[in-house]
C-alpha cells in the first residue's frame, strides 16, 4: 500500500522530539509522503524545517483560527516567503472554529479574510480548520473566487458537506471515522464522491480506534485508511489507491 498522511504536526516538538523516528516509522507501513501543517509563523517555518530535511515530507504554512488573537497583518510577509518554498504544497490550516474561544469571532474573521486575500494572490490551494462554524465558513466562500479547497477533518453535516462539494472541495478524513458514534460521517463519506477524500492522522490529536486517548502518530493512518475503506465499502489497497491519487491530485508535489 502507497499511502499519504496529508495533515499532521511533526513540527510540534513536544508531542515529537524525534520527528526522523515518526517518518522512519509511517514509511515502513506504506506512508511515502507526509504534509506537515503549520498553526502560526512559528509552527509554520518549523513545517518548511522537516520540509528540507527529509524528503518524505511537505509543508502547508499559515495561522490557525485558534492563534487569531495573536495575530497582526504582517505576519504575511512571512507566510508569503514560507508559501513560495518548493516543498510548500497549500495554505493552511486557516479558517474558523466557534467550538474553541481562544480568539474572538472578530480575530478570526480578519485573520481567514487576510489569508484567502493572499491565497487567491498566490492561487495556493487551502487547507481549512472548521469547528462549530461551517455555515459561516460558507458564506464567506461562497462569495468569493473559488480556489481548491480542503476541509480538514471533516465534521459537518450532510447540508454542509453538499454545500462544500459545490465548492468543488476536498473532504479530510480523520480518527473519527473509526468511532463507534459516527456514524452520521460515515454516512455523508458513503454517498460523497470517492475522488474527492483524503486521509490524514492530525497527530499527535484524535487517535483512531484502537488508540483512542493515546498520543497520536502518522503509522497509525493505516487504521483511518480501514475505516474509511469500510465506510465506503471497497477494501483498504483500494482506498488506500483511491486517497493517494486524490493527494496527489489535490497538492502538487512537483512544483
Ligand atoms: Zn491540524
Redesign the pocket.
Known amino acids: 500500500m502507497r499511502l499519504i498522511d496529508t ?3 511533526l513540527n510540534d516538538a513536544e508531542a515529537f522530539p524525534d520527528p526522523a523516528a515518526a517518518v522512519e516509522e509511517a514509511a515502513g507501513v506504506g506512508i511515502e509522503k507526509l504534509i506537515v ?1 503549520g ?1 502560526d509563523t512559528e509552527s509554520s517555518q518549523r513545517a518548511v524545517e522537516l520540509a528540507d530535511q527529509f524528503d518524505a515530507v511537505y509543508a502547508v504554512v499559515g495561522w ?1 483560527p485558534n492563534y487569531a488573537s495573536d495575530y497582526k497583518t504582517s505576519e504575511l510577509v512571512e507566510i508569503e516567503r514560507l508559501l513560495a518554498h518548493p516543498k510548500t504544497v497549500a495554505l493552511g ?1 486557516i479558517g474558523l472554529d466557534f467550538y474553541r474561544d481562544h480568539a474572538t469571532m472578530e480575530e478570526q474573521h480578519k485573520c481567514v479574510l487576510e489569508q484567502l486575500d493572499l491565497a487567491e494572490s498566490t492561487g495556493a490551494p487551502i487547507v481549512f ?1 472548521c469547528r462549530d462554524a461551517y455555515p459561516q465558513l460558507l458564506d464567506i466562500l461562497e462569495k468569493r473566487k473559488v480556489l481548491p479547497y480542503l476541509f ?2 471533516f465534521a459537518g453535516c450532510a447540508d454542509d458537506a453538499k454545500r462544500c462539494l459545490a465548492l468543488e472541495s476536498y473532504f479530510g478524513v480523520d480518527g473519527p471515522v473509526t468511532y463507534k458514534r459516527s456514524d452520521e460521517l460515515r454516512e455523508i463519506l458513503g454517498w460523497l464522491p470517492k475522488e474527492k477524500l483524503l486521509i490524514e492522522t ?1 497527530a499527535p ?1 484524535m487517535s483512531p480506534i484502537p488508540f483512542r486517548g493515546k498520543r497520536n502518530k502518522p503509522a497509525w493512518l493505516t487504521y483511518i485508511n480501514s475505516g474509511l475503506a469500510d465506510a465506503i465499502s471497497v477494501n483498504p489497497a483500494e482506498c488506500a489507491e483511491i486517497t493517494t491519487a486524490n493527494a496527489e491530485r489535490f497538492f502538487d508535489f512537483s512544483r
Open positions: 495533515h499532521c504536526h501543517v498553526v490557525h490550516e480548520h480538514h477533518c492530525d490529536w
